[in-house]
């Protein structure tokens, strides 16, 4: 089905079809839902470069990816991409991903927005004082953040969850079982999300009076193999730790594989905390040894972010909704007393 056979089963010029696809509001709206229905049921789908042309607009989003040899798919930002790209598919959007240098990123985020294949942008994993923000908002497309850039003006849109408090009631829990010698597996605090994280347990500890040893707080990467490592280097300290707060479930898969390989029970010898990314196939209730955890789901992020930036495009208004939720503390086995 094309644009023409389109219009000649309803009746219909080419120009009124189009329009009424595209959203012209010259098009009366029994006519938009009649040639919408029509479409539906045919199941044509309008030519993207006629659209761009017809419109100005491409009806994609877009973002940046770092690629290299060193540079690994990480399974959380799969979860995230797999909520922006219901959303799109739902809006009859394309996704459009650009690789880039992980040390070159702004050059890839200028090409991208120059090639007119995208009508908005998405920026995520920020860092401190992150320069993406800047040479986004200089291009002139809506964008929208997941996370904050610690030492920036918080003066563009985002969706982030309270990682300060990822930790901080992660820590709380902790302490009213009476635990004093805690331990950090924590992401890279390039990123700004590990940074809050650490902020959070390092202020709720003060708070109770509880000195967090510098040398107990890893920033890996949040994998299997790294938290393995990491806790490995937990447990051999002089005076290990007797509960250890992670920064993702993969991490904390690890975590308990090193825990288990020393003969101790996760929930009476040590007990562990993790952050809940809600990743399908890896469910902290279904471990051995139910892990807490606080939770927040990063496909949902990934949908809510994409409804806004969508929504931006398509009602040609600058985003300047900020949103900032908070991660649910689910209590299970691994937490346990602190061991006599």
């Known amino acids: 089905m094309n644009l023409k056979q389109l219009s000649e089963m ?3 010029s080419q120009t009124t079809v ?4 595209n ?3 010259e098009v009366s709206e029994a006519t938009r839902q009649r040639v919408l229905a029509a479409a539906e049921k045919t199941g044509y789908r309008p030519n993207k470069a006629a659209q761009r042309l017809a419109t100005g ?3 994609s989003i877009g973002l940046v990816m770092p690629t290299s040899s060193e540079h690994h798919f990480d399974v959380h930002f799969g979860e995230f991409l797999s909520g922006i ?3 799109a598919l739902k809006h009859d959007f394309h996704f459009v991903i650009m690789p880039a240098d992980p040390h070159d990123e702004e050059k890839a ?3 991208l927005a120059s090639s007119g294949s995208v009508d908005g942008l998405y920026i995520g994993y920020l860092r401190a004082g992150d320069p993406r923000i800047a040479t986004t908002r200089s291009l002139g497309l809506p964008f929208i953040v997941h996370g904050r850039s610690a030492g920036l003006p918080e003066d563009y849109a985002f969706l982030d969850i309270d990682n300060e408090a990822v930790f901080r009631d992660a820590a709380d829990h902790m302490i009213d079982l009476g635990h004093r010698r805690f331990g950090l597996i924590n992401a890279p605090e390039e990123f700004d999300f590990a940074l809050r994280r650490r902020q959070g347990a390092e202020n709720r500890l003060r708070e109770a009076g509880i000195a967090l040893d510098p040398s107990a707080c890893l920033a890996v990467p949040m994998t299997d193999d790294q938290g393995y ?3 490995n280097a937990l447990l051999d300290r002089p005076a290990r730790p007797t509960a250890v707060l992670c920064s993702s479930t993969a991490q904390a898969l690890g975590a308990v594989r090193a825990i288990y390989a020393r003969g101790l029970k996760l929930g009476r010898d040590i007990s562990l905390t993790t952050h809940d990314d809600d990743l399908p196939l890896l469910k902290p209730e279904n471990f051995s040894v139910p892990l807490t955890t606080t939770r927040s789901s990063l496909r949902a992020a990934g949908v809510r972010i994409a409804e806004r930036l969508i929504g931006v495009i398509e009602n040609g208004r600058e985003p300047d909704l900020q949103e900032i939720w908070h991660a649910a503390l689910v209590r299970r086995a691994s937490t346990g007393p602190v061991p006599d």
Not at 18 to 21: G, K, Q, T
């Open 57 to 59: 607009r491409a009806r």
């Open 18 to 21: 189009s329009r009424a696809l």
């Open 85 to 87: 790209g219901e959303v």
């Open 23 to 25: 959203g012209f509001p």
């Open 109 to 111: 985020i200028r090409r």
């Open 229 to 231: 490592r990491a806790m």
């Open 10 to 12: 309803l009746g219909l």
